[in-house]
């Protein structure tokens, strides 16, 4: 009998994860953007990578668009979506690559700054009536390099204002969700840097409004988890960002740096009734300057499915006994338990039942997509970070 028990089984078939479009787009660091052959030119394109993905996973129905990097005519992309089986996901607003921004969008000085950022979102929020997607995802670029540089408590104010204006422009069934992070491009301090700062600022707009995890915007040693656990606890984990770090916010593929830490994530996930619940959105936020990109998405929503399984194997009733008993080290072990069960090739037998590929990764190789679409696209400006 698998290891995979139908009830496990019943939630990873619910299980669904949003790709980011830009993951599909040539990126890099500020030293280099490499571009890799087939790149796609334009946000259909985009999507047709992204369609990928889902066909040979059934794990990524949607895609996240960001504006105005992904700027087209929404009905046309919605309906090339939905022919390819997928479906336009949350909208990302884009305050930092505009000269009037250098020193603030949502938190600048001057009226007309600010205004010019609101309006911004606003249009952000007719892509979305035009989309059809719930979510409007905020991040900031804005903080200060320099002690003394600005005041960092005006800001605040200016912000809470700011995000007010925008909250009101919101659709009764959309939302907004505010992401932190702790550094870049400023480096001294940020004005939203930490799930405490995104949750007082969401809190003070209303339900509609939540926080963002992206899971490579904590400082190292950072007990994330610890931070799903809270924000879930609190009903304010909007959204995750997944993807993995080891230095800074490296945008490197989920779970590639440290697999226990995804594991103790989606155990708190499911421990706190997040997995699957609508209110949660799983994303990924993530560049892939080296390796192929369709392929690493692959991967990456793999990874996250792998140790979801491996979360959901977690022993509840055993674990909650040697806890209650201050059995430490019997607590840890069904813990560890879980976490080192290989759920591979069960998982691997469950897609076949299911008439999907037993070996995404090796199914995509082969159908020779990567060559053709390296044929096709010939021309144009290849999209992405930068662009
Ligand atoms: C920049 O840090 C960033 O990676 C944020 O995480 C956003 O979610 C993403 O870019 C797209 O704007
Ligand atoms: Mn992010
Ligand atoms: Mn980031």
């Known amino acids: 009998m698998s290891i995979l028990t139908p009830e ?6 619910k299980q669904s994860i949003e790709l980011p479009s830009w993951a599909f787009g040539n990126s890099g660091t500020r030293f280099r953007v ?11 394109e985009k999507i047709s990578d992204a369609a990928q993905v889902h066909k040979h996973t059934a794990l990524a129905p949607s895609v996240a668009l ?6 087209c005519d929404f009905g046309d992309l919605r309906k090339h979506a939905e022919d390819l ?11 930092f690559q505009d000269e009037d921004y250098k020193f603030g969008a ?30 409007l ?30 909250y009101a422009a919101l659709g009764d069934d959309q939302r907004l969700v505010l992401e ?34 992206d899971t490579g915007h904590h400082a190292p040693g950072t007990n994330i988890e610890f931070i799903v656990m809270q924000l879930l606890r609190l009903g304010k984990l909007g959204s995750f960002d997944f993807n993995s770090r080891f230095y800074a916010d490296d945008d490197l593929i989920v779970g590639a740096a440290d697999p226990f830490q995804l594991f103790r994530i989606l155990f708190e996930v499911v421990r706190g009734g997040g997995l699957n619940n609508p209110d ?15 392929p690493g998405q692959i991967r990456s929503v793999l990874n996250v499915q792998e140790m979801t399984a491996r979360a959901l194997l977690v022993d509840r009733e055993a674990l909650a006994a040697a806890q209650s008993a201050n059995d430490v080290l019997g607590a840890n072990a069904v813990f560890m338990d879980a976490f080192y069960t290989d759920v591979r090739p069960a998982l691997a037998e469950w897609r076949e039942r299911r008439g999907l590929p037993a070996d995404p990764m090796a199914a995509f190789a082969a159908s020779g997509y990567l060559a053709q679409i390296a044929a096709e696209r010939v021309g144009g400006t290849q999209a992405g970070w930068g662009a």
């Open 280 to 294: 949660v959105a799983f994303m990924l936020d993530q560049c892939h300057n080296i390796e192929d990109k369709i």
């Open 137 to 166: 995802k905020i991040w900031l670029a804005e903080g200060s390099n320099y002690p003394g540089q600005a005041d960092m408590r005006a800001r605040q104010d200016r912000l809470h204002e700011s995000l007010s204006t925008i």
């Open 106 to 135: 949502l938190t600048h000085e001057d009226a007309a700054v600010r205004r010019k950022a609101i309006d911004h979102h606003l249009e952000c929020i007719e892509v979305m009536d035009a989309t059809g997607s719930r979510d």
């Open 66 to 71: 960001h504006i105005p990097w992904d700027m």
């Open 85 to 95: 089986g997928v479906r336009l996901g949350t909208i990302n607003s884009n305050t």
């Open 180 to 213: 932190y992070k702790f550094f870049e491009p400023s480096f001294y301090h940020t004005d939203v840097p930490d799930w405490g700062t995104s949750y007082t600022q969401v809190a003070a707009l209303g339900e509609k409004a939540m926080v963002c995890l």
């Open 34 to 44: 490499f571009g890799t052959p087939g790149t796609p030119r334009d946000p259909f």
């Open 8 to 13: 496990i089984l019943t939630e990873l078939e």
